[in-house]
């Protein structure tokens, strides 16, 4: 289940001065392996200063490249992130895990009109998805709201003008900076005023599908919020955390007691008892199981499971449906066991 290769960097291109893009080198035999939805991530693990470390980035490559390209910005006191920027270089081998997610754009046979709403380094699925809706169909067209703090610091800020250039009459970029006054960019932030200038106003003729919001939490709370005000449904709205607020573990206060867990990872299956105040990811990553994980967070879904038997609560839940909780899935990094006994299948999701 948590199926990693070794890949070598093909090349590393300086995307702003904190931000690097990495291509890999995917080998013919692995063509098939890495093939990906638009929007989708891969888990990168590597030794960092003699510790395992383990990163999900979104793919920000099209699936019609043939390549794997991820964008990483440096974050402050980060780990892998200053390694990345800092050290990494073509020929340089890490252990990449097959491509995974929800966030995705799956084209068919007809016209499409989709707006994004993206901040930051949460651009990078949305180049992957930008250029599949437009490779997709003549007709499609895709509108793209950026925020950031300058153009300077604005990932892939080449590409989406080389994109706009390509498809002038399909592709349109509304820019937002924080920080700087530039000509045809709003000042300030992506808030309420700004979808509503989108939805409203400078698109009021255009009828979305589907509108992809990527970025910090506070960021798709208040788009999404106003899209529903704006009569946007609910299924139109797909989003992709690259940042969540902490959320207190209140739920662990009230729990005493340990739970006898099975876990089935790759066909094999593991028992193990468990403190009910701990979570279930630490405690199978405490018995040395490998099971798929990478944030730890609660952002991603590498660690998602199915329960077969017994219960069990997530504190936090920003990626599974009502339906799919309702079927049994938990993020294993959020839920404690609520039951004396606790079995949960990696391999069935």
Request: glycine content about 6%; hydrophobic content about 35%; overall charge negative.
């Given at each position: ?5 070794a ?5 590393t ?102 707006a ?7 651009i990078t ?14 007709e ?40 700087s ?33 990527c ?35 209140t ?21 193990f ?39 069990a ?11 799919e ?25």
């Amino acid at each position: 289940m948590s199926e990693f290769h070794a890949l070598k960097i093909a090349s590393t291109e300086a995307l702003t001065p904190n931000s690097v893009a990495l291509t890999f080198e995917i080998t013919t035999d692995l063509k098939d392996t890495f093939s990906f939805t638009a929007g989708q991530y891969i888990t990168l693990k590597h030794q960092v200063n003699g510790a395992e470390v383990r990163r999900a980035y979104s793919i920000s490559s099209s699936p019609s490249s043939g390549q794997i390209t991820v964008g990483i910005k440096k974050v402050p006191n980060g780990t892998f992130s200053v390694y990345a920027n800092e050290q990494l270089k073509a020929g340089d081998v890490l252990e990449v895990m097959v491509p995974e997610g929800r966030f995705v754009f799956e084209p068919n046979s007809s016209p499409k009109n989709v707006a994004a709403f993206a901040a930051g380094s949460g651009i990078t699925p949305i180049m992957s998805i930008a250029q599949t809706v437009l490779e997709s169909h003549p007709e499609s067209t895709f509108v793209l709201v950026f925020g950031n703090q300058t153009p300077g610091e604005t990932m892939y800020l080449k590409d989406l003008e080389g994109l706009q250039t390509k498809y002038s009459d399909r592709f349109f970029i509304q820019k937002v900076y924080s920080r700087s006054q530039e000509e045809g960019a709003l000042f300030g932030r992506i808030e309420t005023s700004t979808v509503n200038f989108i939805v409203k106003n400078k698109f009021k003729e255009t009828a979305f599908d589907a509108f992809y919001l990527c970025g910090p939490e506070e960021m798709i709370n208040t788009v999404s919020d106003t899209l529903k005000n704006n009569g946007v449904s609910e299924d139109k709205i797909l989003f992709e955390l690259f940042t969540a607020s902490e959320t207190e573990d209140t739920l662990a206060e009230n729990l005493d007691g340990k739970t006898q867990v099975e876990v089935v990872v790759d066909d094999e299956t593991f028992s193990f008892a468990m403190d009910k105040k701990s979570l279930v990811l630490d405690a199978v990553l405490k018995e040395k199981i490998d099971a798929p994980y990478s944030c730890q967070g609660g952002v991603c879904s590498s660690c998602i499971a199915r329960i077969t038997e017994g219960k069990a609560e997530m504190v936090k839940n920003q990626i599974l449906t009502d339906g799919e909780v309702a079927e049994g899935l938990i993020l294993t990094c959020q839920a404690h066991p609520l039951t004396p006994t606790l079995k949960v299948d990696y391999d069935d999701v």
